[in-house]
C-alpha cells in the first residue's frame, strides 16, 4: 500500500505570505495526487486533481507541482479565507491514502 | 457533481455496528467511486474504502480489514457504510465522497456523520 507523508504539520503565516506545503509518496504514483482543504467543522473540498489541476473556483493562488514521489502544494498572498487544514491524498490505486494534514494558522 | 446526503448522528455502545447511509441526489451512483472517510475527534483524515457500484467492487484499507463492509443499492442511489465490532475509537466522523470519470479525486462530499461510541 502507498502511504503519504506531508510537512510541516503545521505552519504559522501572515496574510500576505507565501506558504509551501510538501507531500511524499511511499512509492511513484506519477501525477495521481490531490489536495483538499478543509475548513473546521466542514467536509473538506477538493482543490488541485492530478497533481496541478486547479478546481474550478479555486483562486488563482493556489498552485500545485511535482510528479513521482514528491509533490508541492504554494498559496501565494495568503488571504484570511485560507487558514485551513491542507490534505495530500494519492489517487493512483485502491486502497487511496491521505497525507496526515498541514494546518495552516495565523502569525 | 453529485450531491450527497448522508444519516443522521448516532450514539453506538462498544461491541455493536453501524450503518451510515449516503445518497445520492439524482438518485444514481453509477458514475462515480464512492470513498469513505472518517475523521476521529481533532485529527486528520483517513481513508475507510470505497466502492465502484458500476463494477460491483470493494476495497477496503488495512486498518479497518474484517470490520467494514461497503455496499451500493443503485435502485436508490444510496451507499451504505457498515462498521462493527465499534470501539470507543471509532468515535468520528464519517463522510462519504464520490469521484467521476473512473478516477479517485472526490470532487463531492457528504455533511458528515458524527458516531459517537459509549458506554
Known amino acids: 500500500d502507498i502511504q503519504m507523508t506531508q510537512s510541516p504539520s503545521s505552519v504559522s503565516a501572515s496574510v500576505g505570505d507565501r506558504v509551501t506545503i510538501t507531500c511524499r509518496a511511499s512509492?511513484?504514483?506519477?501525477?495521481?495526487l490531490a489536495w483538499y482543504q478543509q475548513k473546521p467543522g466542514k467536509a473538506p473540498q477538493l482543490l488541485i486533481s492530478?497533481?496541478?489541476t486547479l478546481q474550478s473556483g479555486v483562486p488563482s493562488r493556489f498552485s500545485g507541482s511535482g510528479s513521482g514521489t514528491d509533490f508541492t502544494l504554494t498559496i501565494n498572498s495568503l488571504q484570511p479565507e485560507d487558514f485551513a487544514t491542507y490534505y495530500c491524498?494519492?489517487?493512483?490505486?485502491?486502497?487511496?491514502?491521505f497525507g496526515g494534514g498541514t494546518k495552516v494558522e495565523i502569525k | 457533481q453529485v450531491q450527497l446526503v448522508q444519516s443522521g448522528a448516532e450514539v453506538k455502545k462498544p461491541g455493536s455496528s453501524m450503518r451510515v447511509s449516503c445518497k445520492a441526489s439524482?438518485?444514481?451512483?453509477?458514475?462515480?467511486?464512492i470513498s469513505w472517510v472518517r475523521q476521529a475527534p481533532g485529527q486528520g483524515l483517513e481513508w475507510m474504502g470505497g466502492?465502484?457500484?458500476?463494477?460491483?467492487?470493494?476495497n477496503y484499507a488495512q486498518n479497518f480489514q474484517g470490520r467494514v463492509t461497503i455496499t451500493a443499492d443503485e435502485s436508490t442511489g444510496t451507499a451504505y457504510m457498515e462498521l462493527s465490532s465499534l470501539k470507543s475509537e471509532d468515535t468520528a466522523t464519517y463522510y462519504c465522497?464520490?469521484?467521476?470519470?473512473?478516477?479517485?479525486?472526490?470532487?463531492?462530499w457528504g455533511q458528515g456523520t458524527l458516531v459517537t461510541v459509549s458506554s
Open positions: 465522497a464520490s469521484a467521476s470519470g473512473g478516477l479517485y479525486y472526490s470532487d463531492s
Open positions: 439524482g438518485g444514481t451512483l453509477t458514475k462515480y467511486t
Open positions: 466502492i465502484i457500484p458500476i463494477l460491483g467492487s470493494t
Open positions: 512509492q511513484g504514483i506519477r501525477t495521481w
Open positions: 492530478a497533481a496541478s
Open positions: 491524498q494519492q489517487a493512483s490505486s485502491f486502497p487511496l491514502a
